[in-house]
Nanobody, 121 residues
Framework: QVQLVESGGGLVQARGSLRLSCASSGSIFSINDMGWYRQAPGKQRELVTAITRGGSTNYADSVKGRFTISRDNAKNTVYLQMNSLKPEDTAVYYC???????????????WGQGTQVTVSS
């Protein structure tokens, strides 16, 4: 079994910063793409940012220049540094990873449980 455990959410004032972490554990052989999604109340879950195993990244236009994704392959962990936060960044943030397990030899996408980020104005 594989688990993704997120941490680092909380309440912050506008223009503040937070750093989210997501640690993967279990029968992991390798991890391909990792990413962060978010879901605000009444809205669909949306991709915030993603990173390949080699370090290539992409960002939603709404967070470019403010958020930075990184990963530590040795620790099977992905991070999200969020700066200059805005009230519209308020959402539950979920990490996501494409993990090749062994055993069994399967490539599957896993999700974290979500962590609340609230930005007050």
């Amino acid at each position: 079994q594989v688990q993704l455990v997120e941490s680092g959410g909380g309440l912050v004032q506008a223009r503040g910063s937070l750093r989210l972490s997501c640690a993967s554990s279990g029968s992991i052989f390798s991890i391909n793409d990792m990413g962060w999604y978010r879901q605000a109340p009444g809205k669909q879950r949306e991709l915030v940012t993603a990173i390949t195993r080699g370090g290539s990244t992409n960002y939603a236009d709404s967070v470019k220049g403010r958020f930075t994704i990184s990963r530590d392959n040795a620790k099977n962990t992905v991070y999200l540094q969020m700066n200059s936060l805005k009230p519209e960044d308020t959402a539950v943030y979920y990490c996501n990873a494409a993990i090749f397990t062994n055993p069994p030899r399967v490539l599957k996408t896993y999700w974290g449980q979500g962590t609340q980020v609230t930005v007050s104005s």
